[in-house]
């Protein structure tokens, strides 16, 4: 049979094992801060739940120190999923939590030495910590990865409490150890933890992947969307308008004679203006609205919902203010204007491509015909 002593021995090796799973993920998702707190707040507890169990090791390292060593671990994990959610756990709240463990287990430990005490303390106070974690994340919503760290925190909360429930009706502290209950906790809270720490790298990898998703779908300059996001994007918004029987224009605005600021200023220079500009055309998107860059000085605006008057309007509006703006670099100050081409869906049809090849060649008229000027195709 297993005895408690394997039971335990089985518990540290998971928590080791699911140390080392949490730095293996971190090596793989640009070992983002939560990680590396989760696998130090594991280890941790690893540790700390080997020394309140090993013969041998004198009362103040074991019961008291070893508690605080639990305690402040899973202050880590409380700290790395306050980071993960964007909040902040000061290091503080990560203190008081360690004190506490030390002081109320050197006060059952050395002054008032009581094992029931200290282990219906160690039970009640490990679940609310853990519990702490999944109301953490809980609130923060989704559910990949995060309902099976909220069950894990959950259940692992619900042994430990069950145990320190126990502890505080048991008649003889001496036979605790051996009772079910305990045995049955050492059991759970292996596989508890299991959980928590894939729901935990789940959690991690999806954010990651969603990262690597925007930026693969965003130009790195200007912050707009990259060719691949208009075209995964674009062609969205236009199953939309057309669904809901709405116009969809497309405004093609191409800065002029780019390569004279870029000669004449230098690069950067120039990489400030095509931000400038983005930054002009974001002011003018709705929420349903799409902003592209397509190419080097050239931009892409998709409305929804609006027809060939209506986006003129906006075109004109544009090039005005650009035209009207300084781009004020250091000491240089820099003016540009823009060429820009109107289409709408009710004279092209709603096929993005089609649209957008019809707004350059009205982009191209505009740049043809004196440039600083807005065509409609
Ligand atoms: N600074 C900077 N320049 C870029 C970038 N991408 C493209 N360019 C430059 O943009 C310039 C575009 O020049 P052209 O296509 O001749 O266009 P233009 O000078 O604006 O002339 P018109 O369009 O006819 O008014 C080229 O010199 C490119 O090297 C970029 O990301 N940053």
Not at 48 to 65: E, F, H, R, W
Not at 185 to 211: H, K
Not at 276 to 290: F, N, T, V
Not at 302 to 324: H, W
Request: glycine share 10%; net charge positive.
């Amino acid at each position: 049979m297993l005895n408690l002593d394997t039971l335990l021995l089985v518990q540290v090796c998971v928590t080791l094992l699911t140390t080392a799973l949490l730095v293996a993920s971190a090596c793989y998702t640009g070992s983002p801060p939560e990680l590396r707190w989760w696998a130090l707040g594991n280890l941790l507890v690893s540790v700390g739940l080997a020394m309140t169990n090993l013969d041998g090791l004198p009362v103040v390292l074991s019961m008291v120190v070893g508690y605080g060593v639990i305690a402040f671990g899973l202050g880590l994990v409380l700290r790395g999923l306050r980071v993960h959610c964007s909040d902040t756990l000061s290091w503080r709240g990560v203190a008081v939590i360690t004190v506490l463990a030390l002081l109320v287990s050197a006060y059952f430990s050395l002054i008032v030495p009581s094992l029931r005490a200290r282990l219906c303390f160690s039970g009640f106070y490990f679940a609310l910590l853990n519990w702490l974690c999944a109301v953490t994340i809980a609130r923060h919503g989704g559910w990949r990865g995060v309902i099976i760290s909220v069950i894990g925190f959950t259940v692992l909360g619900l042994a430990l409490f069950l145990r320190g429930v126990h502890m505080l009706f048991h008649g003889d502290p001496a036979d605790v150890p051996s009772s079910l209950v305990m045995g049955a906790s050492m059991l759970v809270i292996p596989l508890a933890q299991v959980c928590i720490a894939f729901g935990l790298i789940l959690m991690v990898m999806w954010r990651y992947a969603e990262r690597l998703r925007r930026l693969s779908t965003l130009d790195a300059l200007t912050g707009a969307l990259n060719r691949a996001g208009l075209e995964i994007h674009g062609k969205r918004v236009a199953l939309r308008a057309q669904r809901g029987r709405r116009s969809l224009a497309v405004i093609m605005i191409d800065v002029d004679f780019f390569k004279t600021i870029n000669d004449t200023y230098g690069h950067p220079v120039g990489d400030e203006v095509l931000r400038h500009l983005a930054g002009i055309l974001k002011l003018e998107l709705r929420p349903y609205d799409l902003l592209a860059r397509f190419g080097g000085e050239e931009f892409v605006l998709v409305l929804d919902g609006s027809d060939l008057a209506a986006a003129t309007k906006v075109a004109e509006r544009l090039r005005a203010r650009i035209e009207l703006e300084l781009v004020e670099i250091d000491a240089l100050s820099v003016r540009y204007t823009a060429s820009v081409g109107v289409v709408s869906s009710d004279q092209h049809g709603y096929d993005l491509i089609a649209l957008i090849s019809a707004g350059d060649a009205a982009m191209y008229e505009a740049k043809r015909t004196g440039r600083n000027r807005v065509i409609g195709g």
